[in-house]
């Protein structure tokens, strides 16, 4: 259960700007999937459960979400910062879920296949607890499309880190994985981000600080390598005209 990512560096401040960047987009895809009111839930790989709480402010006081994530101490924290009655988290693994057939009317992940180790099996897991009729709706991206303007070296340098995870193009794939699982009516979404604003750069940085010791070790990249992209990074905090271009972000979803 390889995770290239030490969310504990940044204290999960990552985390959080993660979900902050992502949660517009994040929005647009779920007003799309259309009313969740009174649905029970699940989010997977939920981190600190941001995506977990938009969750439960759309299936609201009649429906429940349970957010799981195979990390303890990520897990705490989602408790932490959650006050909702109707939300709660779990630890386990996507690829053996501990839940039985059809328990879920909606069945949910945000950037969690591009890390897993079998993509396929996970998905296969997300059909198997959702019940008939319920929604299974994956929101993942296209790591290879990253870039920069006007200069091309930061895009250039995060696209060569963030190959680092196991499934880098998995936002392309996800139709195509819904339909060898079988289905034939599958949603399909494609949304881009081109942020200017410091805090979505910044999101950037403590993501290459998080995987500085993977890069490291994989001999991916040299140390002078990962500051050089670091500063490159930071200078473009200082500057609103350094745009970076985030991934594509692709949702795909089908009725069970
Ligand atoms: C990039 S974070 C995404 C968090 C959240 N879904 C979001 O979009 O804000 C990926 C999360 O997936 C979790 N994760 C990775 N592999 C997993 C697995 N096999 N089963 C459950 N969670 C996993 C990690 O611990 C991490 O919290």
């Known amino acids: 259960m390889e995770y290239t990512i030490d969310e ?7 985390q959080k700007q993660l979900a902050q960047t ?12 259309g009313d969740l009111s ?3 839930a ?15 402010m759309r299936v609201g006081n009649t429906g429940s979400v349970i957010g799981v994530d195979f990390d303890k101490a990520l897990v705490e924290s989602a408790q932490s910062l959650t006050s909702e009655g109707n939300i709660s988290f779990t630890q386990g693994d996507v690829h053996a879920l501990e839940f039985e057939d059809a ?4 069945v949910y992940a945000r950037l969690l296949l591009l890390h897993v180790a079998e993509p396929m099996a996970a998905l296969k897991e997300m059909l198997r607890v959702c019940r008939p009729q319920g929604t299974v709706i994956i929101n993942d ?8 303007a006007p200069d091309p ?8 880190l963030y190959s680092l995870f196991r499934n880098v193009r998995i936002g392309t794939r996800l139709w195509h994985m819904f339909r060898e699982c079988g289905y034939d009516q599958v949603e399909f979404r494609v949304d881009r981000m081109l942020v200017r604003d410091a805090n979505g750069k910044r999101l950037q940085l403590m993501t290459i600080e998080a995987m500085r010791e993977a890069a490291l070790q994989s001999e991916l990249m040299t140390r002078q390598e ?14 609103d005209s350094y745009l970076i271009g985030f991934p594509e972000m692709y949702a795909a979803w089908v009725k069970r």
């Open 42 to 56: 699940l989010d997977l790989g939920c981190g600190i459960g941001e995506t977990t709480r938009m969750l439960g």
């Open 141 to 148: 991206g296209d790591f290879a499309t990253i870039y920069s």
């Open 8 to 14: 504990s560096i940044s204290g999960f401040e990552r």
């Open 22 to 33: 992502f949660s517009p987009s994040t929005s647009r895809f779920l007003d799309e999937v």
């Open 153 to 160: 070296f930061g895009g250039e340098g995060l696209v060569k």
């Open 226 to 239: 990962v500051d050089a992209l670091c500063q490159v990074i930071a200078a473009g905090i200082q500057d």
């Open 38 to 40: 009174g649905a029970e």
């Open 103 to 106: 328990s879920f009317d909606v």
